[in-house]
């Protein structure tokens, strides 16, 4: 008889539930067995209780030195610009024209794309994402790549082709009609297919036409379990400019509202500089706002109001944004997070960034039955930190007196050593060397 399940053994930490602290609601098991099987957590127990009525063979038995989480979540990440990450800096819109298009437009290529997209998941495994909420590029084949690359993985991955009829080079530019058609194939072809999730994906409003917003739409009232990532109030030029091209909307996300694109599962990445009414909107419709903390710092955009947004009951998550954003490592986020907070009298507990990147990021996308956590059902993508992955980090710890004060040292500290390994579906796909 084959053995199906395996059994990891060692310290495990998640949020099992939603939660507004998460430093109250979380579950930490100093020796603990993860079983798994056919790529679903079976159950999360203690060590020492189960193989005394459950006993083992060794060899059955996966053992980590490290903590094991689940895989974290990107929810706001371009696959296309990992190449020019840190691209010297300009303001968001001169960014997008001097590096992005030019980028972007390599992905008319099908092989170029495959490539590129396989290799972007080796780097988010490696810094220990396993699922992420994908912008590709104009190009149905860019989608095409992304999705048959994750497959062979078995990853849960969000990803859309972008829409973009104006203000855009002429070799990115589709229209209105070619966007909604070549969407709807593409969501037709590869929503649930798998682990994979289609995201109707609007760049931003000013490269849009309103022809364009109304059929992306229209796609979201056929398709209301698809997801929706685009950007919200960025940048201060980037909102006066919204406000130029659409004169009537009460504000940048009245414009999204105007076309059906503001509802559950819809990501805006950003929302910085959100005025009352955005609040209030984006609470009511259940719509959710990506923090990216290393991007609004290197394109200087802003600091984002976190507890404001928090406060208004919005559902929030930490991602990267590579390539404005200047690392995939969401740990590394973590800590810049807590730096913004820091600029505005305010404190990020360690326990609540990483919720934001693993349960509250899947709250926010309405997945939490699937991954985020250690639940029995949920889908077996976890990781293994290492608290000893880099010297400072190893000294740092040995005068670690709590977990909580072991976590914040790992974030502030972290780089891609701390990510040991990485599963998904149950396999491993990353193992540091």
Known sequence: MIMTKKFHRGATLHFPKNTLCPEQNYQY??????????????????AELFLTTHPVPPEQIVNHSGLLIPGMIDTHVHY???EMIASYGRQLLEWLNDYTFPTEAKYVEQHYAAQ?????????FAHGTTTASVFATVHPQSVDAFFTAANTYQARM???????????????????DSGYRESKILLEKWHHQ?????????????????????????????YPDAFIQ?????????????????PDAPDYLGVYERYGLVRDRALFGHGIHLEPREYKTLASNHASVIFCPTSNLFIGSGLFPYFSVKEHGIPVAIASDVGGGTSLNLLVNQAEAYKILQ??????????????????????????????????????????????GTPILKQRIKQAKSLEEKLFALIMLADERVIHQTYVHGQQVYCRQ
């Open 230 to 246: 685009t950007h919200l109030s960025e940048n201060t030029d980037e909102i006066n400019w919204v406000k130029t091209l659409f």
């Open 194 to 222: 798998g682990r994979a999730l289609y995201a109707i994906t609007p760049r931003f409003a000013p490269t849009s036409t309103p022809e364009q917003l109304v059929l992306a739409g229209q796609l979201a009232q056929e």
């Open 343 to 388: 600029l505005q009298h305010q404190n990020l507990n360690p326990f609540e960034s990483l919720y934001l990147c693993t349960q509250g990021a899947a709250a926010a996308m309405q997945l939490e039955h699937q991954i985020g956590n250690f639940n029995p059902g949920t889908e077996a993508d976890f990781i293994e930190l290492d608290f000893g």
């Open 158 to 176: 969000i990803c859309g082709k972008v829409l973009m009829d104006r203000h855009c080079p002429d070799n990115l530019r589709d229209t209105a």
């Open 80 to 82: 296309p610009q990992m």
């Open 29 to 46: 098991l100093e020796d603990a067995i993860l079983i798994t099987e056919h790529g679903k957590i079976i159950d999360l127990v203690d």
């Open 116 to 124: 590129q997209a396989d290799e972007f998941l080796q780097q988010l």
